[in-house]
């Protein structure tokens, strides 16, 4: 039965399934309420107060009809229809959930045919948005998105195209980059920053250095387009005229330079578009200016002597003083403004004679900010010759030309960094043709994929053969930084593996000059040859560990268990590589481990050295013991060799001891007559928290009790 009901009489059941709010989602339907009225019923039960009623579904329109209210725009007990329903609470909460469960969204793509009917009908984005209760960039995206390129957009309505994909697509209005760009990422998946780094290219961002310098009512004064890109910030937009832009910068920069040489008297202003003068120095030909240091006057070296005095005066004073007391935290800050003061004087700001200035000149540069500054070094064509007197000091400089003779033959450049007519490009120029062909080669290679995997593997494998080589892509499989020299380490069955790996790799096509008649020739090797060059490539780049950390990377682990490795093949603990860098106490435990109490003690008054000789002989198969304890033994390798994600993603260290840390010291030898020297590092100070500003000095002072041990071993 439909009733109209006050607002004021209504109130949420606590039936009503949708728990979550949505603020700004509740704001946006609240104006859009407003502007059509109430489009659907509430569904109401008859709540315990007489006269009241309770919302089982509909409570997103009670919250913002609450907000009308709020606003002024309705009055409190502003009427509005109401199904009342009468059921049990069982049926009450399944009617709620089915009225939220079953509601269908709109698909993006018909918002946007919806927004465009409306500002089709003659009415302005900003009607459309307070009609609907959504911002006025939220229409002109939709709106955006509605003007997409035609596949773009069927794309999108078909749903073989993401909402964010179908926006980044849409960050320019341009339908032929539209489409070369949809042409271009149709095999790269759902990347919508790909997609816009490909549309930018070719365009200046309203937050570049030379768009601040310009500023935005300059450029499009001047006839400059910019592109809004209404999904993302106002720093994404852009400037896509450029010669309009930097023709306006030019014409900026040069006025200043002008400006500022008849200023400064400078021989030379150089205007530079950009934040760096590195290149154009480079591009000039020119030498930076270094400018004669500075002499002390008799002033400042009678200011020098006098705080050098003092200072000794509080270096003797600071000796007397409690550590607490205010007096010292007084002579302390002197002690750093005397300090500060003294640099100052000892290191006066070099100025430029008067004499150099005719043949030296700064350049002027862009911030961050797009404010032209005066870079701060001097720069010349010239080479500064300067001259110095018996004692060095510098007493005079000249500048002398120093380029070559007009007759002197010029080097030849390159055939393609040259222009028609045989005149070479200018560096500027040529490093941009070579940007662009750069992205055009790029942009192909995205429709080959095999020819892309060939040059990747390629690159790999011939860094390996040919270390030094220019190969034309920064694609590379670097040798690891160990944290120790792999010729220090202990070999094992794994060493011998990868070493026959490359042993085995076909290497012919290596033997070619040419970088690219390398390439060609491995082009030609059959698919196994090549994966076998990407197995050994990948595999010789592992890292050991986590930088300097004390842990394993956990992909590594993972890799581990996809392999499904089994490390006791691979690797067997021995006397040199394991047993001999833990403690007696460790050995003794890992013997329990694998052979039980009684297994253990057998070797409780035995040496070390004795104890870790047995070990190396039972790991190893070859001691005559119970086939169980045998076995054991054969399987087992210490977590620190175990491919286990868990350990990996642990953030304990290892759990065996390295050896390298206190806890080889036992307090139950220390003292003792009958202590052997030769177990010295066998000593267990379990109780002590090791202090890790001393761990340099405990893995020297243990390095020394190793070296003796092997001596007195020996």
Known sequence: MQELIPLNKLQLSASNVRKSINQDADEQLSHDIEA?????????????????YDVVAGGRRLRAMARIVERGAWQADHTVPCMLLAASETEIAETSLAENFQRLAMTPAEECRA????????????AVAKRFGVTRRFVEGRLRLAALAEPIFEALASGDLSLEMAKAYASTDQHAVQLRVFEQARYHGENPDYIRRLIANGATRGTDPIALLVGEEAYTAAGGRIERDLFSEAADDRWIDLEILQGLAAAKLEAEAARLSEETGLGTIWPVA????????????????????APISNEAQARIDAIEARVEEICSEMEDCDEESEELAKLQDEYETLERELDDLSNPQSELPDAWKAEVGRFLLITTKGEMVLDSDYFSEKELRMVRDEEGAITGGSFVDTSRPVAAPAKPSAPEATAPGGKAYSARLFDELAVQRRNV??????????????????????????SLGNRGTTIRAGRPQDPVLDSTVPKSTADDIVADAFEGLDKGWSEHESVVDRFMAFRDLGDEAKMA?????VATSLEAKLGYASGYNPIHAQLGMLLDIDTA???????????????????????????????????????????????????????????AVKQRALSWVPAAMRFDLAIAASEDTLDEDDGDGPDDIETDDLGSDDTDPAEADDIDHDDVEPDPSVNDELEDALSELEADEATLAA
């Open 36 to 52: 059509r009225g109430l489009l659907q019923n509430l569904i109401v039960t008859k709540a315990k107060k007489r006269g009241h």
């Open 115 to 126: 927004f465009q009917h409306f500002i089709s009908q003659e009415e302005d984005t900003t």
């Open 274 to 293: 950009g934040t760096t003068c590195w290149n154009a120095s480079r591009e000039l030909g020119l030498t930076r200016v270094i400018l004669p240091p």
């Open 441 to 466: 080669l790029a942009a192909s290679l995205l429709s080959d994929p095999g020819l892309a995997l060939d040059y990747a593997i390629f690159a790999l494998a011939d860094a390996t053969t040919h």
């Open 533 to 537: 060059w990407v197995a050994y490539t």
């Open 569 to 627: 093949t691979l690797w067997r603990p021995t006397g040199r590589n394991y047993f001999d860098r833990i403690s007696k106490g460790s050995l003794l435990d890992l013997l329990k481990e694998v052979g039980g109490s009684d297994f253990s003690a057998r070797y409780a008054g035995s040496k070390k050295a004795d104890i870790s000789e047995s070990c190396e002989k039972l790991f190893a198969g070859e001691a005559i013991v119970e086939e």
